[in-house]
Nanobody
Framework: QVQLVESGGGSVQAGGSLRLSCQVY????????MAWFRQAPGKEREGVAA???????NYADSVSGRFTISTDNAKNTLSLEMHSLKPEDTAMYYC?????????????????WGQGTQVTVSA
């Protein structure tokens, strides 16, 4: 059973930076992807960034060039570096894992989710 625990959210001003972390507990299997999703009030959950087991990333157009997803296999962690934050980045951010070969950004591909961490960006 895989469990995911996020940390690192907070409040920043526009233009600022944050780093989110996701601690992975349990064995994910050899062919898996991990991802970050976000959901703002009244909006659908959207994929932000995903990464496959070989470290190949995939980014949503809205964050490409500003966010970086990475894994540390020795520490069993997934991270999301966020720079040049905008008010529209404000949302609850979720870590997710799934047994898929390609780093998809659609939530239906992932079957394990963390509890979320809030990111608030003020203008």
């Amino acid at each position: 059973q895989v469990q995911l625990v996020e940390s690192g959210g907070g409040s920043v001003q526009a233009g600022g930076s944050l780093r989110l972390s996701c601690q992975v507990y349990g064995y994910t299997g050899s062919d898996y992807c991990m991802a970050w999703f976000r959901q703002a009030p009244g909006k659908e959950r959207e994929g932000v960034a995903a990464i496959d087991s070989e470290g190949i990333p995939n980014y949503a157009d809205s964050v490409s060039g500003r966010f970086t997803i990475s894994t540390d296999n020795a520490k069993n962690t997934l991270s999301l570096e966020m720079h040049s934050l905008k008010p529209e980045d404000t949302a609850m951010y979720y870590c997710a894992a799934g047994g898929l070969a390609a780093p998809m950004l659609a939530p239906e591909w992932y079957n394990t989710w963390g509890q979320g961490t809030q990111v608030t960006v003020s203008a």
